[in-house]
């Protein structure tokens, strides 16, 4: 019988929290904050109902009431959030992810944060292959030679990477590390256009590397991850194929951080 009550109930709530559910996502996806025959229009609902909904989702903090009448997201949501990223184990998604994907074997694959205008290490696959150069977790490189750093920098406002680097442009590691602010602007514009970053040796001579950058909940990038082989095997088709691939394992490392469906944009 309580069984049976708890079927019945969960039965009767279930279209209500979906009703809640597309108001917040309808009003989370606007511009400008709607009014509540706005709300009501979009998601087809009786006027009475979309009041109903309404005020229950201010009275707990999801929606918020301008003086204007319109209304936003509320409060209750950063919680949410907040909670969500505080338990979510990015690292252990990374070799999750890496786990379960077969297509890049045999490859050196890294993880990175943007820290200043430095990358940080946190996780690294080395491969057996002969790079000459073995990553290694907390090591830090200049963002502006790295494939990840690169992925991460090109989804930022150019300004943004200006006043990261301008001030002191770091140390040349190979003769080929991009020498100024301008040329990299240059990479990352190209990078936008190409779908991944290129470190063709700025890191180690005779060692390519291609990244691309993953992204959370808000769309922001929040870490790179990039893929190395030697220089004689990055061909044109095969930098293509394993972009390609790195796309795909990013977009699948996204989806866990809370991304939308859809691979991450162009880095």
């Not at 809640?20 to 009014?35: E, H, S």
């Not at 379960?100 to 491969?127: D, M, W």
């Not at 991009?178 to 063709?200: C, N, W, Y």
């Amino acid at each position: 019988m309580v069984a049976a009550d708890v079927s019945k109930s969960l039965g009767e709530s279930v279209p209500a929290l979906r009703r809640a559910v597309r108001v917040l996502d309808f009003v989370g996806g606007l511009g400008t904050p709607p009014t509540a025959a706005d709300i009501a229009r979009a998601i087809d609902l009786p006027k009475s109902t979309a009041h109903g909904l309404i005020a229950t989702l201010v009275e707990l903090d999801l929606l918020a009431r301008s003086p204007e009448g319109t209304f936003r997201l509320g409060p209750h949501l950063m919680s949410w959030a907040s909670s969500f990223l505080g338990q979510f184990d990015l690292v252990g998604e990374f070799q999750n992810v890496f786990a379960q994907t077969s297509h890049l074997e045999g490859y050196t694959i890294t993880l990175t944060v943007l820290e200043g205008a430095e990358v940080v290490y946190l996780a690294c696959r080395n491969s057996s292959a002969p790079l000459g150069f073995t990553f290694r977790i907390g090591m830090r490189l200049p963002a502006p030679f790295t494939a990840t750093g690169k992925a991460i920098l090109s989804t930022l406002e150019p300004e943004k990477v200006k006043a990261l680097l301008a001030a002191d442009w770091p140390k040349p590691l190979t003769a080929h590390s991009t020498k100024s602010l301008p040329a990299l602007q240059a990479e990352l514009a190209a990078t936008r256009k190409r779908g991944f970053s290129i470190d063709d040796g700025q890191i180690r001579e005779g060692m390519v590397c291609i990244g691309t950058a993953v992204r959370d909940y808000s769309g922001q990038a929040v870490a790179g991850i990039a893929i190395s082989l030697l220089e004689h095997e990055a061909t044109a088709a095969r930098m293509a194929e394993l972009g390609d691939g790195l796309h795909r394992v990013a977009a699948a490392l996204s989806a866990r951080l809370g991304a939308q469906d859809g691979p991450p944009a162009a880095d």
